[in-house]
């Protein structure tokens, strides 16, 4: 079974920085777009970031370009998100997900999920 596990997760202050860490098991790793959502309580899921299945092309949303960059790393089966300057508005859940493309790993259709892992940031 495809299983894809966050970590990395926590209470940080404004400023400050984290490292998720999203490991995958069940399927063929690099066959995967990779991405991390977030949602935020009373919000809709965000896309975030996304990278393609060989690290060719990613996408940041706006608000995170030049704080945040995803990579992977396909031997170990992980995609990480490395998040800086952290702001109290990234406070949310994260999630990892793959997609069999890139357009619908964006557009969470048939997406495989994590169960998230937390992050707050103080003011």
């Known amino acids: 079974q495809v299983r894809l596990v966050e970590s990395g997760g926590g209470l940080v202050q404004a400023g400050g920085s984290l490292r998720l860490s999203c490991a995958a098991s069940?399927?063929?790793?690099?066959?995967?777009?990779m991405g991390w959502f977030r949602q935020a309580p009373g919000k809709e899921r965000e896309f975030v970031v996304g990278?393609?299945?060989?690290?060719?092309?990613?996408y940041y949303l706006d608000s995170v370009k030049g704080r945040f960059t995803i990579s992977r790393d396909n031997a170990k089966n992980t995609v990480y998100l490395q998040m800086n300057s952290l702001k109290p508005e990234d406070t949310a859940l994260y999630y990892c997900?793959?997609?069999?493309?890139?357009?619908?790993?964006?557009?969470?259709?048939?997406?495989?999920w994590g169960q998230g892992t937390q992050v707050t940031v103080s003011s």
């Open positions: 997900a793959a997609g069999a493309t890139f357009l619908r790993l964006a557009n969470r259709m048939d997406n495989y």
């Open positions: 069940g399927l063929t790793f690099v066959n995967y777009d």
């Open positions: 990278i393609n299945g060989r690290g060719e092309s990613t």
